[in-house]
Every structure is written in C-alpha cells, then in structure tokens.
C-alpha cells in the first residue's frame, strides 16, 4: 500500500465534511462508516482533490483523527482552562505535558500542532457512542428518539406523510444548556 499525505490542501477537511455527510445519510455500522460510505468518500477525495486512496487507509485516518480529537477534547475539558481558543493550542507546563502524554498516545502532536477542523470533528465524533443503558447514539439498535416522538403524535392521522421529515441535525457546543445525566 502507497503511503498517501493527508496534508494536502483541503483533502483532510473534504474528508471529514463527506464523513459526516455519510454518516448522516447512512449511519454507522459498529463504531465505523458503512462500506458504501467509505466508497462515497473516495468517489468526493477522488473528484474534489484527485486523492486516491483505499478505504483502509480512510479508516487508518478516521481511527487517527478521533484518537486526536478524544485526546484534545479531554485536554480542552481539563481544569485550569489551558486551552487557547484563538490559538487552538495548549499551554501546560512540561510536567503537565508529560503526565498527559504518558495516559494518551495521541497527546503527544497536539503539544505543537492545533487539532485541524476541531467544529467538524466535534460534529463527527461527539455522541458517537451510547452512554448508557437504553440510551441512542448513531450505532443504537434502539429507535432514534424523533422517531417516537413522531410514532406518539400521529393520532392516527394516516393521510400525513411523516417520512418526509429527516432525522435532525444536532450539534453540541460548549454554550449547550444539555447536561450529561448522573447515574444514580
């Protein structure tokens, strides 16, 4: 396999736009992206940048780019506020560095380089995963919540086209009056 550079100008941002585009119109299946979203994604590098690449190396890059997002976005929670929104980078003494990196491998780059694209990677990786039991997430077995809510307010009104209504976008920021739930 040819190792391929991601660095190339807005081949890493085509990515992880088509990677969400996919998973919203296709979802996941486990923790990764279907095989045909693979496939859609290098259709768009291959059309968009002329990058070619094979769908292993995309889900090298996808595991990549998560491993550094779970790693900025702990940083990015830790106390002391040390993050930089500006700069997108950290400030934390050697020692800190040091501790930080001996619990996560991918730590590491990001003392010197920003993670790229960090409101596409939110929008990527954030709710991946289900926090609980009997709790949805993109690779929830259980039905979406919208799709209650919508099974519940029909009142039996057979002539109205609910399918017609996508499944909402959510994106979560900072200022998101939603709060994890405490176990209890």
């Known amino acids: 396999m040819v190792r391929i550079n991601w660095k190339l100008e807005?081949?890493?941002?085509?990515f992880l736009e088509?990677?969400?585009?996919?998973?919203?119109i296709n979802g996941r299946e486990g923790g990764n992206l279907k095989t045909l979203s693979w496939k859609n994604i290098s259709e768009k590098l291959k059309m968009q940048h002329n990058?070619?690449?094979?769908?292993?190396?995309?889900?090298?890059?996808?595991?990549?780019?998560?491993?550094?997002f779970s790693a900025w976005k702990k940083l990015k929670n830790k106390k002391g506020n040390n993050y930089n929104a500006v700069t997108n980078m950290f400030n934390l003494s050697?020692?800190?560095?040091?501790?930080?990196?001996?619990?996560?491998?991918?730590?590491?780059?990001?003392?010197?380089?920003?993670?790229?694209y960090p409101e596409l990677c939110t929008q990527l990786f954030e709710g991946s995963t289900s926090n609980g039991f009997e709790s949805w997430g993109p690779s929830s077995t259980l039905p979406h919540p919208f799709?209650?809510?919508l099974d519940n307010?029909?009142?039996?009104?057979e002539d109205v086209d609910l399918t017609a209504?996508?499944?909402?976008?959510?994106?979560?920021?900072?200022?998101?009056?939603?709060?994890?739930?405490?176990?209890?």
């Open 18 to 24: 088509a990677c969400i585009h996919e998973l919203t």
């Open 153 to 157: 307010t029909s009142n039996g009104l």
């Open 51 to 68: 990058f070619i690449v094979e769908q292993k190396q995309m889900r090298n890059r996808y595991d990549y780019l998560k491993g550094r």
């Open 165 to 184: 209504i996508g499944t909402p976008t959510v994106s979560v920021n900072d200022d998101s009056p939603v709060q994890p739930k405490k176990k209890g």
């Open 10 to 14: 807005g081949v890493e941002k085509t």
């Open 147 to 149: 799709e209650e809510v």
């Open 94 to 116: 050697k020692e800190e560095w040091q501790l930080e990196m001996k619990s996560n491998k991918y730590v590491e780059a990001l003392r010197t380089v920003p993670l790229a």
